[in-house]
Every structure is written in structure tokens, then in C-alpha cells.
């Protein structure tokens, strides 16, 4: 079972970046989908993006195209979202988690996700 621990969360400015990491360890990161999530408080969970098994195809949301890209570092085991352009509706708690499909089917609702990290907070404010 892989567990995972995000990184790379903090306050920014409007307009700014950051790249946040999910390790991973008991497993390696090839063997899974991994999709990243946000959640505000009082508001469901939401997919931002995901890269997929063996293909290391990658999607993102509409809301986060061209400002959000996905990665997977296998010498680190390691997958990023890298954010640029944030605003402030980016602010939320971030996570990743894991599925054994070969796909990113069901990455925005998060359905076969497990795994699930501790999350780390983006805040993005002025």
C-alpha cells in the first residue's frame, strides 16, 4: 500500500506560483494514477488534476488550464503540481491520492482514489 505525503503549500500573492510535491513511499508512484485535489471548507472536494498509470498522461480541469501543470519524477517518486498565475479561488487544502486504474477516469469526483495525504494549504491573497 503506498502512502503519500503532500508538500510545497504556503501563502502567495495573487499572480504568483507554487510547486507543490507528493512523495511517496511502501510503493512507487508508477504503479498508480495519481490525481491532486482541493478542498474549502463548507465545499465538496474537488479533482484539479491527474496523471495516469504507465501513460503518465495528464489532465487538469478546466479552471486550472494553462495555469496548472502535473508531473511525475520516478528517480524520486515523486509526483508535482506545479501552479502559476494563482488566485485567490485557488486558496484551498490540497491533496493527492492514489488509484490502481490505468486511467484518470473518475478524477474529479475522486471515486478509486485512496491513499489519501494530510493535505498541505495554498492561500492565495494579497
Known amino acids: 500500500q503506498v502512502q503519500l505525503v503532500e508538500s510545497g503549500g504556503g501563502l502567495v500573492q495573487p499572480g504568483g506560483s507554487l510547486r507543490l510535491s507528493c512523495a511517496a513511499s511502501g510503493s512507487r508512484t508508477d504503479y498508480y494514477s495519481i490525481g491532486w485535489f482541493r478542498q474549502v471548507p463548507g465545499k465538496e472536494r474537488e479533482g484539479v488534476s491527474c496523471?495516469?498509470?504507465?501513460?503518465?498522461?495528464?489532465h487538469v480541469r478546466d479552471s486550472v488550464k494553462g495555469r496548472f501543470t502535473i508531473s511525475r519524477d520516478s528517480t524520486r517518486n515523486t509526483v508535482f503540481l506545479q501552479m502559476n498565475n494563482l488566485k485567490p479561488e485557488d486558496t484551498a487544502v490540497y491533496y493527492c491520492a492514489a488509484s490502481t486504474l490505468f486511467s484518470c477516469a473518475n478524477y474529479l469526483s475522486g471515486a478509486t482514489y485512496s491513499s489519501w495525504g494530510q493535505g498541505t494549504q495554498v492561500t492565495v491573497s494579497s
Open positions: 496523471i495516469s498509470r504507465s501513460t503518465d498522461r495528464a
